[in-house]
């Protein structure tokens, strides 16, 4: 059975930090996609970056773009995402989600309805 959890979560001041992690059990993380979704209060949840099953492929939202990152550590099945200078419109909970391979296509965004597994979430509070 696959299994996505997420950590690394927090309340963090403006300017600061956090990686989130998402780590699979049941399948091997590296065949697939594996996304990170965001969900404010009273807000769809939206796609925010995603990584192809061979890390070929990774793509940032705008709002993200130039002070994230994510990448796949093989060795441990997991899949992070590394935010930096954080803004409190960052607040939300965080999930990754995972779906089949090469699903992570340049310049497009992640939708949540192509992905089947999903993590609990956890969240991100940014604030002074």
């Known amino acids: 059975q696959l299994q996505l959890v997420e950590s690394g979560g927090g309340l963090v001041q403006p300017g600061g930090s956090l990686r989130l992690s998402c780590t699979a059990s049941?399948?091997?993380?590296?065949?697939?996609?594996v996304a990170w979704f965001r969900q404010a209060p009273g807000k769809e949840r939206e796609g925010v970056s995603c990584?192809?099953?061979?890390?070929?492929?990774?793509v940032l939202s705008d709002s993200l773009k130039g002070r994230s990152a994510i990448y796949r550590d093989t060795a441990k099945n997991t899949v992070y995402l590394q935010m930096n200078d954080l803004k409190p419109e960052d607040t939300a909970i965080y999930y990754c989600?995972?779906?089949?391979?090469?699903?992570?296509?340049?310049?497009?965004?992640?939708?949540?309805?192509?992905?089947?597994?999903w993590g609990q979430g956890t969240q991100v509070t940014v604030s002074s």
């Open positions: 990584i192809s099953s061979n890390s070929g492929t990774t």
């Open positions: 989600a995972a779906t089949g391979p090469f699903r992570c296509l340049p310049s497009t965004l992640p939708s949540p309805s192509e992905f089947s597994s």
């Open positions: 049941g399948f091997a993380a590296g065949s697939y996609t």
